[in-house]
């Protein structure tokens, strides 16, 4: 017990930019600091030493920051340099262009866009939206690309007061992918709730008996991968934008020391994560392409 965790999977939040405004976000643009990409890099190599196995690049928005050659160069990085079974991607996919994907596409293995409702209306309710560019026409559009360019595709909901009585079931077996991550709303202290937060997400809040409901409704959607606040709180290895790993057991986000500073196994000592629970909700999945048997 007394042994630091391994850090397997880490979720990298490289800047906390977004072009997006959902009411509920839990990382939000408290700062607008990236690191320098050697310094980034220096970081992940001393990650995959200490036995990371998968990186997760999110923000806010990855791809905000260059135009996606920043998280571009770090995925070609992690893959190419440092050989990671498995790197992915989380994005609300409005920045993404073709291009990126025939510069890098062959590097990363799983691509997931955020999509909380296939009601457009609703989308705009949440915030997920930017000028006048349909999120659900183009979550379909990146479908084909992830098809084109061998890349997973992977999809994120967060079920909240706005969409928790929506039936998903058709349009997410059409899209077909290999992963369906569905999350309770959740709080978090100084992010999404309370008086130093940049967003209010009390209004988003459902309970545990609704969340069920709504896993009940797509219990025959075989890729759902379902998160209740439980699962989630102390599940997840987060890094921030200063590479220090973010403790979240007592409802907020409290920062260890940076890993480039202190190491990483000093730094995880503080991360409060639950490497059992991480199991428990199946945290370690088949994640690299070259292991799934995929028709691209």
Known sequence: DDMPPTPTSVNYHFTRRCNYKCGF???TAKTSFVLPLEEAKRGLAMLK?????KINFSGGEPFIQDRGEFVGQLVQFCKQELEL???SIVSNGSLIRKQWFEKYGEYLDILAISCDSFDEDVNILIGRRQGKKNHVENLHKLRQWCREYAVAFKINSVINRFNVEEDMNEQIKALNPVRWKVFQCLLIEGENSGED??????KFVISDEEFDRFLDRHKDVSCLVPESNQKMRDSYLILDEYMRFLNCRNGRKEP?????????EAAIKFSGFDEKMFLRRGGKYVWSKADMKLDW
């Open 25 to 27: 976000c839990f990382h």
């Open 256 to 264: 260890s020391k940076s890993i480039l500073d202190v190491g990483v």
């Open 85 to 87: 079974p498995s790197v």
């Open 197 to 202: 937060a940049l967003r209010e997400a009390e």
């Open 49 to 53: 030493e200490a036995g990371m196995e």
